[in-house]
């Protein structure tokens, strides 16, 4: 497009005008006029000036039919036809002119263009030599007049055979050519004469509007999208049943074979996106980084192998909320329009045939619609690329991960981050990239941003980053937590509870050994105490001794029963010890060898306020001696038993690896009996009572 002049003459009075004061002036009015069209309409076929027929003569085309209407060249010149209103429009027969050669060329240079030797393109020519940064090409084109003379087009007498004209340019096949209008600016001298004087200074400027055919191979103005299919989103599963597994090798080979099955369904999904997007982005980065994809390998990452997991789904919503543009772009962009040569509308290609989108026509482009087309598509670039950083930029060596966390406590961080739902570029980036220094992973990590800037992030693991006291985490639902895989459970379990502290912190964090059974046998004896307590109180009211009204606190101990769970030992303790204060004057009851010494203990127990036949009942009648041995068998357990060993995996349901763990919710260390293998969380703060 020209660029627009904003310098033009002022006029004061009695000043002398010269021909270039008026030319610039009328030359500023015109650039204006045509930036308006331009800049604030767009550019195109607004309406009409389609091909409806050919006419033949066997298999010489001797003519085209182009129906009336109106056309905004990209550099705002309008191409319109005189009938384009009239009631009944007539179609212009365009055929070819036997008093005109059999082609011409059009030469473009700088994103203007020239029709044959158009004395303007002198400005950027030093002679027959380009100026340096200057390209001129020459398009060969046959044209072709109206058979129908209209008063904005050329008015020539056709001997109409377009096929006979094209032949003579080697290798041109209507099949294969395109029909375009071309603004065309035509300086006509004309002698001025008057009685008494006569010159031949004057000149007319006429804009023509010139009809040529064009073999598409030479212009590179269109791209068909017609390979832009859309493409179904990524669906991977999730590490199954997390809280089923037996021990430390049945988890780390769920996460293997998990990260896998994942991998291959990621591999596949991006050989198709970059299959659909060759015409928009090259393919050969995506090519190296599904390559790079296909040799991770984490059999052998015993310790960090959770991190795969993590970069999997990231992958996935990378390449999800890439497909979320990519198909938008696919439905709205069927057409996707190059640079547009200046001066040129292309109303359609002559071999295109049947109903559809014409892959070559300039189909009407508004100002907005470009403007949002550009935006999209950057955005789409910004998407794919980052999908090839973060494959780029993966850890996949167990041993660079341990160089760099040190394998110390002091590597493991808690890092603020948005929530697990929103975009990905809105999150932390994960521990397990390389984010040092300057790279792709930084540029387009905030590729769904219009403005992918490396000082949008200050939160990533190892990178500069605003110290954690600082920053306000009220707006963060979501924690990262790394840095602690590989460590010795104890470390991490206790650099991560201090940190926890240290920020006030509204999340719970509990080690769990995976090498323990998935059933403890104090949960076992747990169940077995709680069992032979209710038959207690089951023969009580079999015996017709309503204890929930005359012996309440038998009442409350069921209730203790139902509130706390085993993994709380200290509670069960309590538990234990009201129970025995119950039982043992029962049991004291039962050794008593007199009368006299059961109704002084009959006295003081629990159950004085009952009649004596029910005192005696009890005394006599209700077995108890499973139900003390339980309560032995448990207390005995709870001592032997460290607390490490209480908790077990299959106490929480509906895990998930994260990478972190929400606000308000439990942060599960999984170890091996001496070093953290993985980790998981729940959504919710786990009450071990």
């Given at each position: 497009?020209?660029?627009?002049?904003?310098?033009?003459?002022?006029?004061?009075?009695?000043?002398?005008?010269?021909?270039?004061?008026?030319?610039?002036?009328?030359?500023?009015?015109?650039?204006?006029?045509?930036?308006?069209?331009?800049?604030?309409l767009?550019?195109?076929?607004?309406?009409?000036?389609?091909i409806?027929?050919?006419?033949?003569?066997?298999?010489?085309?001797?003519?085209?039919?182009?129906?009336?209407?109106?056309?905004?060249?990209?550099?705002?010149?309008?191409?319109?036809t005189?009938?384009?209103?009239a009631?009944?429009p007539?179609?212009?027969?365009?055929?070819?002119?036997?008093?005109?050669?059999?082609y011409?060329f059009?030469?473009?240079?700088?994103?203007?263009?020239?029709?044959?030797?158009?004395?303007?393109?002198?400005?950027?020519?030093?002679?027959?030599?380009?100026?340096?940064?200057?390209?001129?090409?020459?398009?060969?084109?046959v044209?072709?007049?109206?058979?129908a003379?209209?008063?904005?087009?050329?008015?020539?007498?056709?001997?109409?055979?377009?096929?006979?004209?094209?032949?003579?340019?080697a290798?041109?096949?209507?099949?294969?050519?395109?029909?375009?209008?071309?603004?065309?600016?035509?300086?006509?001298?004309y002698d001025?004469?008057?009685?008494?004087?006569?010159?031949?200074?004057?000149?007319?400027?006429i804009?023509?509007?010139?009809?040529?055919?064009?073999?598409?191979?030479?212009?590179?103005?269109?791209?068909?999208?017609a390979?832009?299919?859309?493409?179904?989103?990524?669906?991977?599963?999730?590490?199954?049943?997390?809280s089923a597994?037996?021990?430390p090798?049945?988890?780390?080979?769920?996460?293997?074979?998990?990260f896998?099955?994942?991998?291959?369904?990621i591999v596949?999904?991006?050989g198709?996106?970059?299959?659909?997007?060759?015409?928009?982005?090259?393919?050969?980065g995506m090519?190296?980084?599904?390559?790079?994809l296909?040799?991770?390998?984490?059999?052998?990452?015993?310790?960090?192998?959770?991190?795969?997991l993590?970069?999997?789904?990231?992958?996935?919503?990378?390449?999800?909320?890439?497909?979320a543009?990519?198909?938008?772009?696919?439905?709205?962009?069927?057409?996707?329009?190059?640079?547009?040569?200046?001066?040129?509308i292309?109303l359609?290609?002559?071999?295109?045939?049947?109903?559809?989108?014409?892959p070559?026509?300039?189909?009407?482009?508004?100002?907005?619609?470009?403007?949002?087309?550009?935006?999209?598509?950057?955005?789409?670039?910004?998407?794919?690329?980052?999908i090839?950083?973060?494959i780029?930029?993966?850890?996949n060596?167990?041993?660079?991960?341990?160089t760099?966390?040190?394998?110390?406590?002091?590597?493991v961080?808690?890092?603020p981050?948005?929530?697990f739902?929103?975009?990905?570029g809105?999150?932390a980036?994960?521990?397990?990239?390389?984010?040092?220094?300057?790279?792709?992973l930084l540029?387009?990590?905030?590729?769904?941003?219009?403005?992918?800037?490396?000082?949008?992030?200050?939160?990533?693991?190892?990178?500069?980053?605003?110290?954690?006291?600082?920053?306000?985490i009220?707006?963060?639902?979501?924690?990262r937590?790394?840095?602690?895989?590989?460590?010795?459970?104890?470390?991490?379990?206790?650099?991560v509870?201090?940190?926890?502290?240290?920020?006030?912190?509204?999340?719970?964090?509990?080690?769990?050994n995976?090498?323990?059974?998935?059933?403890?046998?104090?949960?076992?004896?747990?169940?077995?105490?709680?069992?032979?307590?209710?038959?207690f109180?089951?023969?009580?009211?079999?015996a017709?001794i309503?204890?929930?009204?005359?012996?309440?606190?038998?009442n409350?101990?069921?209730?203790?029963?139902?509130?706390?769970?085993?993994?709380?030992?200290?509670?069960?303790?309590?538990?234990?010890?009201?129970?025995?204060?119950v039982m043992?004057?029962?049991?004291?009851?039962?050794?008593?060898?007199?009368?006299?010494?059961?109704?002084?203990?009959?006295?003081?127990?629990?159950?004085?306020?009952?009649?004596?036949?029910?005192?005696?009942?009890?005394?006599?009648?209700?077995?108890?001696?499973?139900?003390?041995?339980?309560?032995?068998?448990?207390?005995v357990?709870?001592k032997?038993?460290?607390?490490?060993?209480?908790?077990?995996?299959?106490?929480?349901?509906?895990?998930?690896?994260?990478?972190g763990?929400?606000k308000?919710?439990?942060?599960?260390?999984?170890?091996d009996?001496?070093?953290?293998?993985?980790?998981?969380?729940?959504?919710?703060?786990?009450n071990?009572k």
């Open positions: 497009m020209e660029s627009r002049n904003t310098q033009y003459p002022v006029y004061v009075p009695d000043q002398f005008l010269t021909n270039e004061n008026l030319n610039e002036t009328t030359g500023y009015v015109e650039i204006e006029e045509r930036a308006t069209r331009s800049y604030l767009g550019n195109g076929v607004m309406k009409g000036l389609n409806t027929k050919t006419n033949l003569s066997g298999t010489n085309v001797l003519s085209y039919e182009v129906m009336p209407g109106y056309g905004v060249t990209p550099d705002g010149y309008l191409l319109e005189a009938n384009a209103l009631a009944n007539a179609a212009l027969v365009l055929g070819f002119a036997t008093d005109e050669g059999s011409k059009i030469k473009s240079a700088s994103r203007k263009i020239f029709v044959n030797n158009d004395e303007n393109l002198s400005e950027f020519m030093n002679g027959a030599v380009p100026k340096p940064g200057v390209t001129v090409t020459e398009v060969k084109c044209e072709i007049f109206t058979a003379p209209d008063p904005q087009v050329d008015k020539r007498t056709i001997s109409p055979n377009i096929q006979t004209a094209a032949a003579k340019i290798g041109f096949n209507l099949n294969n050519c395109v029909l375009a209008f071309v603004a065309d600016i035509d300086d006509v001298q001025n004469c008057s009685q008494g004087d006569c010159n031949d200074k004057g000149t007319d400027r804009i023509k509007g010139r009809y040529v055919i064009i073999p598409v191979s030479s212009l590179q103005i269109t791209t068909n999208n390979s832009l299919l859309t493409i179904n989103y990524l669906l991977m599963s999730r590490l199954p049943k997390i597994v037996t021990n090798g049945e988890y780390l080979t769920n996460v293997t074979n998990t896998n099955t994942n991998k291959s369904a596949a999904k991006l198709v996106i970059a299959t659909n997007a060759n015409s928009l982005i090259p393919r050969l090519d190296l980084a599904i390559a790079k296909n040799t991770f390998n984490p059999a052998s990452q015993t310790n960090f192998v959770s991190y795969y993590g970069f999997i789904y990231d992958m996935q919503q990378a390449i999800n909320e890439y497909l543009v990519y198909n938008d772009f696919a439905t709205k962009y069927p057409i996707i329009n190059g640079d547009r040569i200046d001066r040129l292309i359609g290609g002559l071999g295109v045939s049947g109903a559809g989108t014409d070559y026509r300039y189909y009407y482009r508004s100002v907005a619609q470009a403007d949002a087309y550009k935006y999209q598509f950057e955005k789409l670039q910004r998407l794919y690329r980052r090839m950083a973060l780029n930029q993966f850890f060596v167990a041993s660079a991960l341990v760099k966390i040190g394998a110390t406590s002091a590597a961080k808690i890092i981050s948005a929530e739902s929103m975009p990905l809105d999150k980036i994960p521990y397990y990239y390389n984010v040092d220094g300057v790279n792709d540029k387009y990590w905030r590729a769904h941003a219009p403005e992918s800037q490396i000082d949008h992030i200050n939160n990533y693991f190892l990178a500069p980053q605003v110290p954690f006291a600082t920053q306000n009220n707006d963060k639902n979501f924690f937590i790394e840095g602690h895989l590989g460590l010795g459970f104890s470390d991490a379990l206790s650099k509870s201090s940190l926890i502290s240290t920020h006030d912190l509204p999340v719970k964090v509990i080690a769990v995976l090498k323990k059974p998935t059933s403890p046998p104090i949960k076992g004896l747990w169940d077995n105490f709680r069992d032979k307590y209710k038959k109180t089951d023969d009580l009211l079999t017709k309503n204890y929930k009204t005359h012996v309440p606190v038998v409350y101990l069921w209730q203790d029963f139902n509130q706390w769970s085993y993994r709380d030992t200290a509670s069960i303790q309590k538990v234990l010890n009201d129970v025995s204060a043992k004057p029962v049991e004291s009851y039962k050794k008593a060898g007199t009368q006299q010494e059961k109704d002084k203990i009959a006295t003081n127990w629990v159950f004085s306020k009952l009649a004596k036949d029910q005192q005696t009942t009890i005394g006599n009648s209700i077995a108890i001696a499973d139900l003390l041995k339980a309560r032995q068998d448990l207390e357990a709870i032997t038993t460290p607390p490490s060993d209480v908790v077990t995996i299959a106490d929480f349901f509906g895990l998930e690896y994260l990478g763990v929400y308000g919710g439990t942060f599960i260390l999984l170890h009996g001496a070093k953290v293998v993985g980790d998981c969380s729940l959504p919710y703060f786990v071990e």
